[in-house]
């Protein structure tokens, strides 16, 4: 089976642009996060998204938005981009939302340079 | 709100070496807690967890025990190898899906 996907792998643009980041979760998983993992730190939470609701939201800007679709998958959008948004994005899914023993699965990142 | 401290790396040691990563945390209540490992150019995967005080977490060969009362989760290997070298994150979770992550420890095994 297919694990957490997403895309691009890489990424470059300059400041000021916007950006889309994509995600597919794991078949039959319904909820997806992001995290910010900047280099040499540990991910930061971004959003949750469970059913195409946003279910939790970490400390960004509103410069940051994300959505899910029909077939769970997602998208993080960044605008007005700034150097300090260089970082690895990481999509992880899991099963549901609720349930506290629910694991969650990584994507392999989409690395974001901001010049 | 919660937090989570890791030993600062990097660390290296010889193949068959005794490993310990010092992790420690902050929360209200009581947490899940886990260890991440990323291999370079990849995404994180779990490689343990417990979800409640004197709870011991194993998955090849690491372990990792639960300590509510000096609020630790500190991960263990008795004899390392090359393979093993990456970078090691702690991680608890807040509320039902956050992850909160330690800034993580990198770990080099020289044969």
């Known amino acids: 089976d297919a694990g957490v996907t997403q895309s691009p792998t890489h990424l470059i643009k300059t400041r000021g642009q916007h950006v889309t980041l994509r995600c597919s979760p794991i078949?039959?998983?319904?909820?997806v996060s992001w995290y910010q993992q900047v280099l040499g730190q540990g991910p930061q939470f971004i959003f949750q998204?469970?059913?195409?609701?946003?279910?939790g939201r970490g400390n960004f800007p509103d410069r940051f938005s994300a959505r899910q679709f029909p077939n769970y998958s997602s998208e993080l959008n960044v605008n007005a981009l700034l150097l300090g948004d260089s970082a690895l994005y990481l999509c992880?899914?899991?099963?549901?939302?609720?349930?506290?023993?629910?694991?969650?699965?990584f994507g392999p990142g989409t690395r974001l340079t901001v010049l | 709100g919660d937090s989570v401290t890791q030993m600062e790396g990097p660390v290296t040691l010889s193949e068959e070496a005794f490993l310990t990563i010092n992790c420690t945390y902050t929360a209200t209540g009581y947490p899940s807690l886990f260890w991440y490992v990323q291999y370079p150019g990849e995404g994180l995967q779990l490689l343990l967890k417990a979800t409640k005080a004197d709870d011991k977490g194993s998955n090849k060969g690491f372990e990792a025990t639960y300590r509510k009362e000096t609020t630790s989760f500190h991960l263990e290997k008795g004899s390392v190898q090359v393979s093993d070298s990456a970078v090691y994150f702690c991680?608890?979770?807040?509320?039902?899906?956050?992850?909160?992550f330690g800034q993580g420890t990198r770990l080099t095994i020289n044969p």
């Open positions: 991680a608890l979770r807040e509320g039902a899906q956050k992850l909160v």
């Open positions: 992880a899914s899991s099963l549901s939302a609720g349930d506290t023993y629910n694991e969650q699965f």
């Open positions: 078949s039959g998983h319904k909820s």
């Open positions: 998204y469970y059913e195409k609701e946003e279910r």
